[in-house]
């Protein structure tokens, strides 16, 4: 891709990403950050394509652990949000609640 | 060379998935602006990694399987593990660690991509050179700062804002460093020094402890906020030095709307960005220490509390991360029960940023089946307060504190509190008169219509709850 088209494809994201975030009530701050903490795991993929290609035992240690790094992004990023938000699911009540 | 080769990078059908995978990214985080939407939300954003992940591993190109295996298995083993067993109330600090370590593989990325461009021995093109050192530092900065928000949060250094002498001198020529390393990089592309990259790792790793360093607990929702959007940019520069449009894409949203949300949570309390940065809460008043000569104060036990609690007509609750810490969730909902029993409207005031983060304390509350309709915001209450029989504040401190309101040279002036003190009688449920999160004295403790109760939060409230029974 050339780097013209990739600074296009960088600031149309930007413009999205003001966008989709607007007028976010307090409630949903953490787990908003944590949502977009998660979705930066997306290195990981940049780990897998210099590991992929590392070959010297430096880089395979260095590779290795980006990679790890960001699977602990990942997993760890989903997971957290998702029990965050475990207070918007509707729990059954354990009885009702009656005055 | 594998089996699963399939793709090849940049080729049609590795970009229409890498689009999928960025496209649920999108809807994901959209959803995740509605309380109706949110989980859904996430489950949307975490099919695309999903699709991003299996996309990279199907590229042509990929090898040391063994080594791809093993650090997927060990960072996802880690990543849930962590993630189950935390707490609710250490939440905070969990989205610290776990940008920290993104940001760390950023750099770590960069570093492998500047030897992979040595090793081809050609003259390395600007246009990967550039975005390979700025992921290097930006993700060097992301990670040591997370790391140090982490550890304040975590209380393994001191929460409270650390005057570094010459900080700001110290950070501009550490900055200035770190550009003249980059250029001379940047001059030698033919055969850039490692060394001299190593270096600029250190130096940005010194620059993240130094810049957060000096601010305090109180403002590291904003921080780990925007080291977060930090994060995200370096994970774009590493998609420009990689060719890789989902890097790129996906990293460049997270740093825009995590821009947009720092900047929300720092309205939320009243502080500006730069503010937090640059003034800290350390600054000119971290003199505040001298003023704390003994006052006097009111020390009650769970008995004469009960009884003021027990005789009202309305009451506030006012939760903080004490009555997280202790888990007292559950009985203080049972005081409250014991309220309700008796005819007296109990609601709960919940500042913005109750706990450690804005939200944090609703999640908390929801867990012990808190009816949703009984928290109130701060802007709602405040008004009420005058005509609030008995406040009840629960290891809240710093966001009760007057001094914000009436003392312009308070570190805290300008946040907003809620106005416990404009109430006919409050209670403060506190271990011990030490100061809270921003490291400074709470003049409401010496009103003369504040009462001490001191306890661990936990246990004060089931004594007033046995209490009030028996009256």
């Known amino acids: 891709m050339s780097l013209m088209t990739e600074i296009a494809i960088l600031v149309l994201a930007a413009f999205v990403g003001f966008e989709v975030i607007s007028k976010v009530p307090t409630t949903l701050h953490t787990p908003l950050m944590s949502q977009t903490n998660a979705i930066h795991g997306i290195v990981m993929l940049g780990g897998l394509i210099v590991l992929g290609y590392a070959d010297d035992g430096l880089e395979y240690v260095i590779g290795t652990i980006a990679v790890a790094f960001g699977a602990i992004n990942i997993v760890g990023g989903f997971m957290v949000t998702d029990r965050m938000l475990g207070m918007f699911s509707k729990k059954p009540k354990p009885k009702a609640q009656d005055k | 060379m594998t089996p699963l080769a399939v793709l090849q990078p940049g080729g049609e059908a590795a970009t229409a998935l890498y689009i999928v995978a960025f496209s649920l990214f999108i809807i994901g985080l959209k959803k995740g602006t509605h309380p109706t939407t949110a989980k859904q939300g996430n489950m949307v954003a975490a099919a695309g990694m999903a699709v991003a992940v299996a996309t990279t591993l199907l590229l042509d190109g990929m090898g040391n399987w063994g080594l791809i295996i093993i650090g997927l298995g060990v960072g996802s083993a880690v990543g849930f593990v962590a993630s189950v067993r935390v707490q609710m109330t250490e939440m905070p600090q969990m989205v610290a660690l776990y940008n920290g370590v993104g940001g760390g593989a950023v750099a770590l990325i960069a570093w492998s991509e500047l030897r992979h461009g040595i090793s081809l021995g050609e003259d390395i093109p600007l246009e990967v050179l550039i975005p390979t050192l700025l992921a290097a530092v930006i993700g060097s900065v992301s990670f040591w700062g997370s790391n140090i928000a982490f550890a304040k949060l975590q209380d393994l250094i001191p929460t409270k804002p650390l005057a570094i002498p010459g900080q700001q001198v110290i950070n501009v020529v550490l900055l200035i460093a770190i550009l003249a390393a980059c250029v001379d990089l940047a001059i030698n592309n033919g055969d850039p020094s490692q060394p001299l990259f190593i270096g600029i790792l250190i130096a940005a790793a010194i620059l993240g402890n130094m810049v957060v360093l000096p601010i305090g607990g109180a403002d590291m929702p904003v921080v780990i906020s925007l080291l977060n959007a930090f994060t995200g940019l370096s994970a774009a520069a590493a998609g420009f030095a990689l060719d890789n449009v989902a890097l790129i894409v996906a990293g460049t949203i997270v740093g825009s709307s995590g821009t947009i949300l720092t900047m929300e949570m720092a309205t939320a309390m009243n502080r500006s960005v730069a503010n937090v940065l640059f003034a800290g809460f350390g600054g000119a008043p971290a003199a505040s220490a ?6 006097p104060y009111v020390s009650v036990g769970a008995q004469d509390a009960a009884i003021k609690l027990a005789y009202a007509d309305n009451v506030v609750i006012v939760p903080g991360y004490g009555l997280a810490v202790a888990q007292a969730q559950h009985a203080i909902k049972e005081v409250a029960n014991e309220l309700e029993a008796r005819g007296i409207t109990v609601s ?53 504190n007057p001094a914000a309101k009436n003392d312009p040279d308070s570190p805290i002036a300008g946040m907003p509190i809620i106005e416990v003190d404009q109430a006919q009688q409050v209670i403060v449920i506190k271990r011990s008169m030490s100061p809270g999160f921003a490291g400074i004295d709470n003049d409401l403790f010496y009103l003369p219509n504040t009462s001490m109760l001191f306890d661990d939060a936990k246990k004060a ?6 209490e009030i029974q028996q009256l």
Do not use: F, K, W
């Open chain 2, 290 to 295: 001298g003023s704390a000569e003994q006052r």
């Open chain 2, 348 to 400: 709960y005031a919940i500042h913005p940023v109750a706990g450690r983060m804005p939200g944090h304390m609703n999640v908390l509350l929801a867990e012990a089946d808190v009816p949703y309709e009984q928290l109130r915001e701060m802007e709602d209450i405040n008004p009420e307060m005058p005509r609030t029989d008995v406040a009840i504040v629960v290891g809240a401190n710093d966001v009760t």
């Open chain 2, 461 to 466: 409230a089931s004594d007033i709850a046995a």
